[in-house]
């Protein structure tokens, strides 16, 4: 199967390596960003598919999360597992008053996050806990494939990860344009060396060589309506680029 950095070159026309618009490290960052909104989107009942147990006990009784997200926690009371429910954190307290309602119990125990910890209460037992959580990939741009991930769903990375591709590269030349009157956007007092419309400049006012300066014009025009129509390209692929990931992101929500 074609890496990821190779459909996404096939869906842009874009050569990417190391210091291209994007760069490789960008696109590693567009198709982790991707799988990410993917996985996200996924309905709760195929979040469950794609999960990680973590098993927590009397020795290991909190978990970082590291970002994940959570689908489910459960205590065993010593004879089943019990589901926890979820409280807030400012309830955490509370939660262990037996005098209060949000009192947490081996058959009807309570869970609550700080600081990025998942804590239950009652701490869990030499019998143990187990959180699900959902974590996210970091897809680089040589994968091919992306681990406990929806094979259906697989496809709209790359072309998450054109998307922004093509955003990053109309952003590029955006920057090339000149913004004053040198061909590097920079003002300086116009000379022989001057170049782009700067040297029309130098040739009209100090050669008086219009001949010149309308062929030099001609030719600033013939690219600039290259490059434009390239930016145009860019712009329409990246529109059905976009409607297709649209479309199979709402597939992928229904379920």
Not at 46 to 57: E, F, G, H, R, V
Not at 97 to 111: I, K, Q, R
Not at 141 to 165: C, H, M, N, R
Request: hydrophobic share 35%; proline share 4%; net charge negative.
């Amino acid at each position: 199967m074609a890496t990821f950095e190779a459909q996404v070159e096939g869906l842009t026309s874009l050569s990417i390596d190391g210091s291209s618009s994007p760069t490789q490290t960008e696109l590693t960052q567009f198709l982790t960003d991707g799988a990410k909104e993917v996985l996200t989107a996924l309905p709760v009942t195929k979040k469950i598919l794609y999960s990680t147990s973590s098993a927590l006990d009397n020795s290991t009784t909190n978990l970082t999360l590291g970002g994940s997200e959570v689908l489910g926690v459960m205590r065993d009371d010593g004879t089943i597992n019990q589901p926890c429910r979820r409280i807030p954190s400012t309830m955490s307290g509370r939660s262990q008053d037996s005098a209060e309602m949000t009192f947490g119990t081996a058959s009807d125990p309570v869970w609550w996050v700080v600081n990025n910890i998942l804590s239950i209460f009652p701490e869990p037992s030499s019998s143990g806990a187990t959180v699900q959580t959902l974590a996210y990939p970091a897809v680089a741009f040589g994968d091919s494939a992306i681990t406990k991930f929806p094979d259906e769903a697989e496809y709209l990375v790359p072309i998450y990860g054109a998307i922004k591709t093509l955003q990053n590269k109309m952003a590029s030349m955006m920057d090339e344009i000149p913004r004053n009157s040198d061909q590097d956007g920079t003002f300086t007092t116009a000379s022989s060396s001057s170049q782009g419309y700067e040297k029309v400049r130098h040739l009209l006012e100090n050669s008086e060589d219009i001949e010149l300066a309308s062929s030099i014009v001609g030719s600033l025009s013939s690219e600039m309506q290259q490059f434009m129509a390239e930016y145009k390209w860019y712009q329409e692929q990246q529109a059905k680029l976009q409607a297709d990931y649209d479309k199979g992101l709402q597939i992928v929500m229904a379920g």
